[in-house]
C-alpha cells in the first residue's frame, strides 16, 4: 500500500469521481483506476459504490478515508522532521486557527514570532471549528488555537475569551423578535448561539450571514443582534459603531485553546512557549496550562 495510491483514494473521495480526481492529480483516468482496483485488492472490501455518474464510499470506506488522512499526514509531518533534523528555529510550523481567533489573534502573535524566528516556515488555514480540528486529527496541522480539544487532542496553553451579544446604536434589541445573525455551519459561534436562545426558550428570525467579518459588519449596519468574541469587536465597541446588549447568561466564558496532538513537534513548541511569554506576546499572552506544559527547549 503506497502513499500513492493512499493520495489518489483520497482524490477520487474529494473529487467525486475517478475522471475528476485524474485531472486534479494530472495522471490519466485509467492510471487512477488501476490505482483504485490495487488498493481494493490490497484492502479486501470494495471502498466506492455507484452513485449516479460518480462515486461514494461505503461504510468500509468511510472508516479507511480517516485512516488514510492520518497516514499520510504523519508520513508528511515525519519527512518534514526528518529533513529539519531538531533544529526548531529552522522547522515548519502549520498553524490552523477558528475564524475569530484566526482574524483577532493569530496575525499580531505570527507578527512577533517571525520577528525572532524567521527561518521557521509557517502556514496558516483558518476555518470553522469542526474544519480544522479534523485537520489536527489528521495530522495535517501542528497547532490549532480554538475552542476545546477533540479526542487525542491536548490543550497547551489558553487565554480568556468571552462571548457578549452586540447591536448597531439605536438598533432594535428585542431578544425575542429581532433577527439574530448567525454564522456558518460547524462555526462554535454559531451553536452557542443556538444553545443560549434554547436557553432563553425564544425562537427569533435567524439569518445565516457566514463569516465572523460579514456577522459582525452586518450588526453594526442594523441587520440584527449576535453573539459575538469580544475579541471580534473590540474596535467596533471602542468606536462606539456596535453596543453590548444585555442578555440572560451573558457574557459566556468561552477560553481560548492552542490545541495540539499528544506529541508535538520541536517547531510546535517553540511556538508555544513564545505565545506564553509576555514580553513577546503581549497583550495577546495565553496562559500555560497547567497540565500539559510545553516542554523546556532541547539542550
Same mark, same amino acid.
Given at each position: 500500500?503506497?502513499?500513492?495510491?493512499? =493520495?489518489?483514494?483520497?482524490?477520487?473521495?474529494?473529487?467525486? +469521481?475517478? &475522471?475528476?480526481?485524474?485531472?486534479?492529480?494530472?495522471?490519466?483516468?485509467?492510471?487512477?483506476?488501476?490505482?483504485?482496483?490495487?488498493?481494493?485488492?490490497?484492502?479486501? %472490501?470494495?471502498?466506492?459504490?455507484? +452513485?449516479? /455518474?460518480?462515486?461514494?464510499? *461505503?461504510?468500509?470506506?468511510?472508516? $479507511?478515508?480517516?485512516?488514510? &488522512? /492520518?497516514?499520510?499526514?504523519?508520513?508528511?509531518?515525519?519527512?518534514?522532521?526528518?529533513?529539519?533534523?531538531?533544529?526548531?528555529?529552522?522547522?515548519?510550523?502549520?498553524?490552523?486557527?477558528?475564524?475569530?481567533?484566526?482574524?483577532?489573534?493569530?496575525?499580531?502573535?505570527?507578527?512577533? $514570532?517571525?520577528?525572532?524566528?524567521? =527561518?521557521?516556515?509557517? *502556514?496558516?488555514?483558518?476555518?470553522?471549528?469542526? /474544519? %480544522?480540528?479534523?485537520?489536527?486529527?489528521?495530522?495535517?496541522?501542528?497547532?490549532?488555537?480554538?475552542?476545546?480539544?477533540?479526542?487525542?487532542?491536548?490543550?497547551?496553553? @489558553?487565554?480568556?475569551?468571552?462571548? #457578549?451579544? #452586540?447591536?448597531?446604536?439605536?438598533?432594535?434589541?428585542?431578544?425575542? @423578535? %429581532?433577527?439574530?445573525?448567525?454564522?456558518?455551519?460547524?462555526?462554535?459561534?454559531?451553536?452557542? !448561539?443556538?444553545?443560549?436562545? =434554547?436557553?432563553?426558550?425564544?425562537?427569533?428570525?435567524?439569518?445565516?450571514?457566514?463569516?465572523?467579518?460579514? #456577522? %459582525?459588519?452586518?450588526?453594526?449596519?442594523?441587520?440584527?443582534?449576535?453573539?459575538?468574541?469580544?475579541?471580534?469587536?473590540?474596535?467596533?465597541?471602542?468606536?462606539? !459603531?456596535?453596543?453590548?446588549?444585555?442578555?440572560?447568561? !451573558?457574557?459566556?466564558?468561552?477560553?481560548?485553546?492552542? #490545541?495540539?496532538?499528544?506529541?508535538?513537534?520541536?517547531? !510546535?513548541?517553540?511556538?508555544?512557549?513564545?505565545?506564553?511569554?509576555?514580553?513577546?506576546?503581549?497583550?495577546?499572552?495565553?496562559?500555560?496550562?497547567?497540565?500539559?506544559?510545553?516542554? &523546556?527547549?532541547?539542550?
Amino acid at each position: 500500500m503506497t502513499p500513492i495510491r493512499l =493520495q489518489t483514494f483520497l482524490a477520487i473521495v474529494e473529487c467525486g +469521481s475517478a &475522471r475528476a480526481a485524474a485531472q486534479r492529480l494530472s495522471v490519466t483516468e485509467s492510471a487512477v483506476s488501476a490505482s483504485l482496483a490495487a488498493l481494493h485488492r490490497e484492502v479486501g %472490501v470494495v471502498l466506492f459504490e455507484r +452513485s449516479g /455518474r460518480g462515486l461514494r464510499l *461505503t461504510e468500509g470506506g468511510e472508516v $479507511f478515508a480517516g485512516y488514510a &488522512r /492520518r497516514i499520510l499526514g504523519l508520513l508528511d509531518e515525519s519527512v518534514a522532521a526528518a529533513r529539519r533534523g531538531v533544529d526548531a528555529e529552522r522547522g515548519r510550523l502549520r498553524i490552523g486557527a477558528v475564524t475569530t481567533a484566526g482574524e483577532a489573534l493569530i496575525p499580531g502573535l505570527l507578527a512577533s $514570532f517571525r520577528e525572532r524566528y524567521p =527561518q521557521v516556515e509557517v *502556514t496558516l488555514d483558518i476555518g470553522v471549528r469542526d /474544519r %480544522v480540528a479534523a485537520l489536527l486529527a489528521d495530522h495535517r496541522l501542528d497547532l490549532v488555537i480554538g475552542g476545546r480539544p477533540g479526542a487525542g487532542q491536548v490543550t497547551r496553553a @489558553t487565554r480568556a475569551n468571552s462571548m #457578549v451579544v #452586540v447591536a448597531a446604536p439605536g438598533a432594535e434589541h428585542d431578544l425575542a @423578535t %429581532v433577527n439574530w445573525l448567525l454564522r456558518e455551519a460547524g462555526s462554535g459561534t454559531r451553536d452557542a !448561539t443556538l444553545a443560549l436562545l =434554547q436557553r432563553m426558550q425564544i425562537d427569533p428570525p435567524l439569518l445565516t450571514l457566514g463569516s465572523v467579518g460579514a #456577522v %459582525v459588519s452586518s450588526a453594526a449596519l442594523g441587520l440584527g443582534i449576535t453573539l459575538v468574541s469580544t475579541d471580534a469587536v473590540e474596535a467596533h465597541l471602542r468606536a462606539g !459603531t456596535l453596543r453590548r446588549i444585555p442578555a440572560p447568561g !451573558t457574557p459566556l466564558s468561552r477560553p481560548w485553546h492552542a #490545541v495540539t496532538t499528544a506529541a508535538p513537534t520541536a517547531t !510546535t513548541e517553540l511556538f508555544l512557549r513564545h505565545l506564553t511569554q509576555p514580553r513577546h506576546a503581549g497583550e495577546l499572552v495565553f496562559r500555560v496550562a497547567r497540565s500539559h506544559p510545553p516542554t &523546556r527547549p532541547r539542550g
